[in-house]
Every structure is written in C-alpha cells, then in structure tokens.
C-alpha cells in the first residue's frame, strides 16, 4: 500500500489501494490515469441534522472536516506529502482502531471505515460522552490544549499515513501505569487505547501555562500511542 520515499513523502498505487483518501493539497505528483473528487467522512452530518443552533454549528464544524479530503481513484501511482513535515505509515489490522488529531492525518486507504467523532468520546475516554454536550466539553479543552474540537476514527484492514513535527516517538500503552502525554505532541492512538484528558492544575492556574502544564492526556489499554517531537500545532 503506502512506500515511503523519503522521511516526508510516501507512494501509493491507488488501484491496488482500492482508492485513497488524502487531505486537500496533500497530493504532490501522479503517473497513470487517476482521477480525484472530494471526499466526505461519515459523522458530521447526523450532529447537525437535529436539535438547536449548537448541534448545528456542531455539525457544519464536523462537515469541515470532510470537505478537507479528497477521494484519488482509477489505476496509477500519487505521491503525497504536505509542509514537508514527516511521514509515519500504519498498516491497520482487523479489530484495531486508529484515532488521530484530524490535522495530523495524511492519507488512508478508502477502504477503512472512518468517522469523525469528539474527543471527549474518543475511545470510551475522556468522561464526557458524545453528543452535543461532549462537543462542547470538547470545545472547551480545545481552547485550553490546542487540541481540535473532532478526532478522525478509523478500523477496518488498510493503512493510514500520519504526520509530524520533527519525528515520531512510539509509546506502547500497557504496563501498570499510565503513558502521560501533552496534549499538543499527541498524533494518534492505535489499537484499544482508551484516553482521558485530566486537568493537573486549577482552571486559574492554568491560564497562560502551557497545554502539558494545565492538561494532561491519560493513555490506558493495549495498543500504541503517537507522539510528536514538538509541541507545535500543525
């Protein structure tokens, strides 16, 4: 599926891929007869069919996610990368699950089954539920911890490509303690890793420290955990 060429960009034959789904502007170069078309990731707009105004501006903050992607089809090889930062490829297994900051997910294969959920319901984590009211907690931590208000969740056999500033660490989640991260070096979570964002300090202490200092994301389960050799948001 994905080759990387280089520590910033990867290959993909789409036709063997089944299609790919990559972020707009993502695609650098292609050979053969390829064809692309914007790509709309289930989730956003069952948020905003119903209830009141929030549920709507819910749901069109969700659509914008989708309308971030696009579909590649047809038989030929695309090279993509994106602002030159790095490149990270997961192959995805049956069973597992792979839950990534929207901004740090590159490519995947259209195969993957993908929605976009809160990050305060992101893998059962979190203690705030889905819904409109997870939305808004998720709204509130974004603010404090740079964090966007969604989070990407894909599963199914396929590959995804994940993105950096300056490396990749990987962390395995699953001895007696914890695997604590800043919030803003987070990249993604894979396998059944549940996570918990805790506040270490008051919400008035917090202000104007930084997201690692006031918030911190908790990691439990079995699987791995993404984390970026920067704290700088991409």
């Given amino acids: 599926m994905f080759e990387k060429v280089n520590g910033k960009v990867v290959k993909v034959?789409?036709?063997?891929?089944?299609?790919?789904?990559?972020?707009?502007?993502?695609?650098?170069?292609?050979?053969?007869?390829?064809?692309?078309?914007p790509h709309q990731i289930p989730g956003g707009q069952g948020m905003g069919a119903g209830g009141g105004g929030l549920m709507r501006m819910a749901g069109r903050m969700m659509?914008?996610?989708?309308?971030?992607?696009?579909?590649?089809?047809?038989?030929?090889?695309?090279?993509?990368?994106?602002?030159?930062?790095?490149?990270?490829?997961?192959?995805?297994?049956?069973?597992?699950?792979?839950r990534v900051e929207a901004s740090r997910l590159l490519a995947n294969t259209a195969g993957l089954q993908s929605s976009i959920v809160s990050v305060m319901s992101s893998g059962g984590g979190g203690g705030g539920g889905g819904g409109i009211m997870g939305a808004l907690r998720g709204a509130a931590t974004g603010a404090l911890t740079g964090q966007g208000m969604f989070t990407t969740q894909l599963?199914?056999?396929?590959?995804?490509?994940?993105?950096?500033?300056?490396g990749f660490l990987e962390l395995q989640v699953g001895g007696p303690n914890p695997i604590?991260?800043?919030p803003q070096a987070f990249v993604?979570?894979?396998?059944?890793?549940?996570?918990?964002?805790k506040t270490a300090l008051s919400w008035r202490?917090?202000?104007?420290?930084?997201?690692?200092?006031?918030?911190?994301?908790?990691?439990?389960?079995?699987?791995?955990?993404?984390?970026q050799a920067s704290e700088e948001k991409l």
Avoid: I, K, W
């Avoid at 202000?207 to 955990?225: D, I, K, P, T, Y």
């Fill in 13 to 37: 034959n789409v036709g063997m891929a089944g299609g790919v789904a990559a972020r707009t502007g993502a695609m650098l170069f292609y050979t053969g007869d390829v064809s692309f078309a």
């Fill in 63 to 98: 659509a914008g996610e989708h309308e971030r992607t696009m579909l590649a089809q047809g038989n030929g090889e695309v090279h993509y990368g994106f602002a030159g930062l790095e490149v990270h490829v997961v192959q995805m297994q049956p069973g597992a699950m792979l």
């Fill in 180 to 182: 604590v991260v800043d």
């Fill in 188 to 197: 993604a979570a894979y396998g059944n890793v549940q996570t918990e964002l």
């Fill in 205 to 227: 202490d917090a202000v104007g420290r930084g997201s690692g200092e006031a918030m911190q994301l908790h990691c439990v389960g079995q699987g791995v955990v993404y984390v």
């Fill in 155 to 166: 599963s199914g056999q396929g590959a995804a490509v994940l993105l950096a500033h300056g």
